[in-house]
């Protein structure tokens, strides 16, 4: 057995190296990365007059956070409002909004490829399924309906705009 000194010295590098393994393991993934083409901050018609505003936080962590305003465009005025939420937990992702603050349903996420991820709460009076695609690169298209060959469908097109 080789003396104190030689196996302490042989015993540090190794001791180095394993310690700096766990350190790389911990970096977090990004598990909602896939979702952040809908990030940053977007406007768009509404309907009838009105007008939506919707910010989306970055896509960096286990949770994005969304405020929403719906505007009326002939006096300004906000007609609804919405917060919302998109988690990454043990059970998967899912998107929690919140219209008014309450929270209306637990919409997990069923499907994402490139730009396109699809939200579904089949126990949802309505809508059951929110739709959010990648159009280009200046417009996000979001589709609310009750899910296959509901005609209440809406879709709403976003233009991407600064930040205030």
Request: glycine letters at 10%; charged letters at 25%; one cysteine or more.
């Amino acid at each position: 057995m080789p003396p104190l000194r030689a196996r302490a010295r042989l015993v540090f590098p190794l001791f180095a190296i394993a310690a700096a393994v766990p350190a790389a393991a911990q970096e977090s993934p990004r598990p909602l990365a896939a979702l952040s083409f809908m990030a940053g901050c977007w406007r768009g018609d509404g309907g009838v007059d009105r007008s939506i505003e919707e910010h989306w936080t970055a896509a960096d962590s286990d949770v994005m956070l969304a405020t929403t305003r719906y505007l009326d465009d002939n006096d300004g005025h906000t007609r609804g409002w919405e917060f919302s939420r998109i988690v990454a937990d043990s059970t998967g992702i899912a998107l929690f909004p919140a219209p008014r603050g309450e929270q209306q349903g637990r919409f997990r996420l069923m499907a994402s490829t490139p730009g396109n991820a699809r939200f579904e709460d089949p126990s949802h009076d309505f809508p059951k399924r929110i739709v959010y695609r990648r159009i280009d690169a200046r417009t996000l298209g979001i589709r609310i309906d009750g899910g296959e060959g509901d005609e209440r469908g809406q879709e709403f097109r976003l233009q991407a705009t600064a930040c205030p």
